[in-house]
């Protein structure tokens, strides 16, 4: 049996009359790319905000190999191997590409020094790589905001992998992309995920998608799991066609 | 744009030689250059802060701390040196801007600036009120120090400040520039564009910004104890509201991209207050005000934005 | 401390309470809609005062009793004329401009306002104290005051809290200027025009600081340097409510005045110290301010 990454038992949080968590719990494995899927307002950006210390569960705890993580923030979380990509790309506008992803290996190496460039920093090549992988090194030296919507996404994600997690949180990876590029910009995530070993959770819409790229699915439904399992049975599932899928 | 470029190398030999040309050719300018310098120093201070994206409308408070450290230094324990006033000063600052930072990082925007704000004016009105050891509004007499250990005539003294304001002021604009190109200064960029992303960073951006307030404090003392020095006095006035405005008046005219923008902000003003002052006594104020006006809109990036743009068009030809 | 100086501590804190709820509320509805601090509030608090004396010296010799509408006058011809032409011609080009730039127009308006106020009305004190003179003297417990201060401020100050709240809640304009202060995105979606909205609310801003100086005037020496003194205390009790908080701002100001006015009986040399340190403690405690509102952005 694989290593369980995270670990969610019994979550909780209400907004207002909103339920958007009425006792989720999930595990996260190792080697896996767990797609959550459900209608919008199911509480899946919620789910990514709890584990990840943005938003503390009223109830349940949240842990990561192990040690709870539940009432830490995104930063302490982040720093032990959790990361988060975001719906809307969520950069260093007036800085570089280059910049941004240095920033963040900085971050991660714990350079935090005043004396030295960022641009020189050692880890200049490895960023270069990534960007690479991911298909965006023709904009290292443009600024964030003048790049495309899907690139920046792309960006978004380089940014976390850039931290080396051991599991990365994605919200709607393909979101605001062409469809025609979806299928380019998924293809090159699994690649990249595969060869740097970081398991990922990815909220996802589209289930062409789900069914390509998942190991294991599962379903959200007004703050609860309605379902979890390999896509080829719960996609299958006749309630989750209805309400999810919406055939 | 990690090297100097070369505008930048033009700008800061003409200011180095226009600091040192200009007093020798009219030595009533000394004490107004001396001052130019002193408060750039400080501005480089509102500048980091302003790459976060975050206004202190209260930094005159290091600005008072510095001023009133030599003040008090020379009214209790008798007259000092220059180069102790310039360590004690800024240290003195440092470790208030230490203590009040912890409080004022946790705010952003307009409470950050507010908060700023009601430190400075508690520091403001302790001045003014407290009569005794500070003389209130009246403010303390500072008498001209030795250099280390040596005592100067008032001419050769005002040269020797100059001086040494100028190595401090190039001193001061160089490290700062390295600090706002290393990783700790583009992550205060990073607060001011986005903050959520940097803590999913793993870092923490109070203690970025911390660490930029801590060294604007430190430059505010500098600055404060220069200027103390030079003009002989510190007043409550130094540590008033209107001051900690004037400081990110000048940040923006002279603009806020990088460490030159003070320098040229702080000549500018200081300029037009003293020619202004000499010809129109009543009116300087209302003509520094209308400066601010429409360098704010017309060109937003200050004056070295200006040169900038015209260096760029110069190229093109 | 007994019980006289206690009551002339509070009616000097219910009288300076009240000036100071009317400038800081204004301060406090502009930054609501326009989320822009302006610094240039204090000077129309001393344009409001210099005003009201000037036109209550010119009119007295007809009838001491016209002063009291030439209060009303001054502050309408300030807030109205002044704060209109700032809005229109200074800070309508900057909206959408960084927040810094917002506020150094107005630092940049009160340098020169406060300079001209200088060349127009000179840096000799004035005094035009008629209306206090007009209105009989009232006594509580021993204790004889002027009613002006006591009864009329207050009650002008209560009245502008229930007209506002009226205006806010019950009116079309004033409902639009609540939609714009809580959600300026979603307001501006659905049509409102924030333009008129930005001018309108700025003018009553200005009005009530006008109104505030106009009706200090009588009470006090005018001298350069007022309007500079007043912004930040209307700052610290706008900030200390929370800012856009309107019943928030009387009840900080009615605080923050007594508090004042029973320092000075006790340590007059900590006067000037206490609404900032009230402005200090509140903000550790709770940023968003006594009555504020915290938001959590959406990722």
């Known amino acids: 049996m694989s290593n369980v990454l995270i670990s969610a038992r019994g979550l909780k949080i209400r907004f207002g009359g909103v339920i958007a968590a009425d006792g989720i719990d999930l595990d996260v494995l190792e080697g896996e790319n767990l797609a959550i899927i459900g209608p919008n307002g199911a509480g899946k950006t919620t789910f990514l905000n709890m584990t990840t210390g943005y938003l503390r569960p009223q109830a349940g705890s949240v842990s990561f190999l192990g040690k709870d993580i539940t009432a830490l923030p995104p930063r302490t979380i982040t720093k032990l191997g959790v990361a988060r990509a975001f719906q809307i790309p969520q950069l260093f506008l007036e800085q570089t590409v280059m910049e941004n992803m240095l920033m963040s290996a900085a971050a991660r190496t714990g350079q935090m020094t005043g004396f030295r460039r960022l641009m020189d920093l050692p880890e200049r090549a490895e960023m270069e790589a990534l960007l690479d992988l991911v298909g965006v090194r023709a904009f290292a030296d443009r600024r964030t905001f003048e790049l495309p919507e899907g690139q920046r996404k792309l960006v978004d994600i380089a940014l976390a992998l850039a931290l080396k997690p051991r599991v990365l949180l994605m919200d709607e990876p393909t979101s605001g992309v062409a ?27 589209d289930m062409e998608m789900v069914e390509r790229y998942a190991s294991r699915v599962a379903v959200w439904s007004s703050g609860k799991i309605q379902i979890v399992g390999p896509p080829s049975e719960v996609l299958q599932n006749a309630e989750v066609r209805a309400h999810v899928i919406g055939i | 744009m990690a090297r100097l470029s070369n505008l930048h190398r033009v700008l800061i030999a003409i ?35 302003l790459q976060a994206g975050q206004v202190s409308f209260g930094h005159a408070m290091f600005f008072g701390l510095g001023a009133y450290s030599v003040a008090f230094w020379g009214k209790y324990l008798g007259t000092g040196d220059l180069l102790l006033y310039i360590v004690i000063a800024p240290v003195v600052a440092t470790l208030v801007g230490a203590l009040v930072g912890v409080f004022v ?77 290393s990783p700790l200064g583009h992550m205060l960029k990073a607060i001011k564009t986005n903050e959520t992303r940097l803590e999913y960073l793993g870092v923490s951006a109070r203690k970025v910004l911390l660490i930029g307030y801590i060294i604007s404090a430190f430059l505010g003392g500098l600055g404060g104890a220069l200027v103390t020095v030079a003009q002989q006095i ?27 923008g003070a320098f040229a902000g702080a000549a500018m003003f200081e300029i037009v207050r003293f020619l202004a002052a000499a010809k129109l006594a009543n009116a300087w104020q209302l003509i520094l005000g209308v400066v601010l006006i429409v360098i704010i809109m017309f060109a937003p990036s200050g004056l070295i934005g200006l040169l900038k743009r015209g260096a760029a068009s110069e190229g093109k030809r | 401390m007994d019980s006289t100086i206690a009551i002339l501590a509070i009616l000097d804190g219910l009288s300076y309470a009240a000036l100071v709820f009317l400038v800081s509320v204004g301060l406090s509805l502009i930054f609501g809609v326009l989320r822009v601090v302006n610094v240039a509030h204090g000077s129309l608090y001393a344009y409001g005062a210099y005003m009201a004396a000037t036109i209550s010296l010119l009119v007295a010799p007809i009838s001491p009793w016209l002063t009291f509408p030439a209060l009303l006058i001054a502050a309408l011809i300030i807030g109205v004329f002044v704060g209109g032409l700032l809005e229109t011609f200074l800070l309508r080009p900057v909206y959408g401009r ?32 008629e209306p206090v003179r007009l209105l009989p003297n009232v006594s509580l417990l021993g204790v004889t005051y002027t009613s002006y201060q006591v009864i009329l401020l207050p009650l002008v100050a209560l009245g502008t809290l229930i007209g506002l709240r009226y205006f806010l809640r019950h009116t079309l304009s004033g409902a639009v200027i609540l939609a714009v202060t809580e959600d300026r995105e979603a307001a501006t979606a659905i049509g409102i025009n924030a333009r008129n909205v930005f001018l309108i609310t700025f003018i009553i801003g200005a009005t009530l600081a006008a109104l505030g100086g106009a009706l200090a005037s009588p009470t006090t020496s005018l001298v350069p340097g007022m309007g500079t003194d007043m912004i930040v205390l209307s700052f610290a009790v706008a900030a200390t409510a929370g800012l856009g908080q309107i019943e928030g701002a009387a009840v900080t100001a009615l605080m923050i005045g007594l508090a004042r006015a029973f320092v000075i009986y006790i340590q007059p040399e900590l006067e000037v110290l206490v609404p900032y340190l009230i402005m200090v403690i509140v903000l550790l405690v709770r940023p968003m301010g006594l009555f504020g509102v915290n938001k959590v952005r959406k990722i």
């Open chain 1, 179 to 205: 469809s025609a590029e979806k299928m380019g910009i998924m293809d090159i995530l699994t690649n990249a995920l595969k060869q740097q070993k970081v398991s990922s959770v990815f909220v996802e819409h």
């Open chain 2, 15 to 49: 200011a180095i030689a226009a600091s040192i040309i200009v007093p020798a050719l009219l030595p009533s300018w000394t004490t107004l250059v001396t001052l130019i310098l002193a408060k750039g120093i400080v501005v480089l201070g509102i500048i980091i802060l």
């Open chain 2, 105 to 181: 990082v946790r705010y952003r925007e307009i409470f950050f600036g507010m908060l700023n704000l009601a430190f400075s004016m508690v520091l403001w009105s302790l001045l003014e009120k407290l009569y005794h050891f500070t003389n209130g509004a009246d403010g303390i007499r500072v008498a001209r120090p030795t250099i280390a250990g040596m005592a100067f005539p008032p001419e050769t003294f005002q040269y020797l400040l100059l001086y040494i304001t100028l190595a401090l002021a190039l001193v001061a604009s160089f490290a700062v520039q390295r600090y706002l190109d």
């Open chain 2, 234 to 260: 510190a007043t409550p006035e130094f540590a008033f509201w209107t001051k900690s405005g004037e400081f990110v008046f000048i940040a923006i005219l002279g603009g806020t991209a990088n460490a030159a």
């Open chain 3, 98 to 129: 960084e927040e810094v730039l917002q506020l150094l127009i107005t630092f940049a308006v009160f340098m020169i306002m406060d300079n001209l106020q200088r060349l127009i009305w000179g840096v000799q004190p004035i005094f035009a104290a």
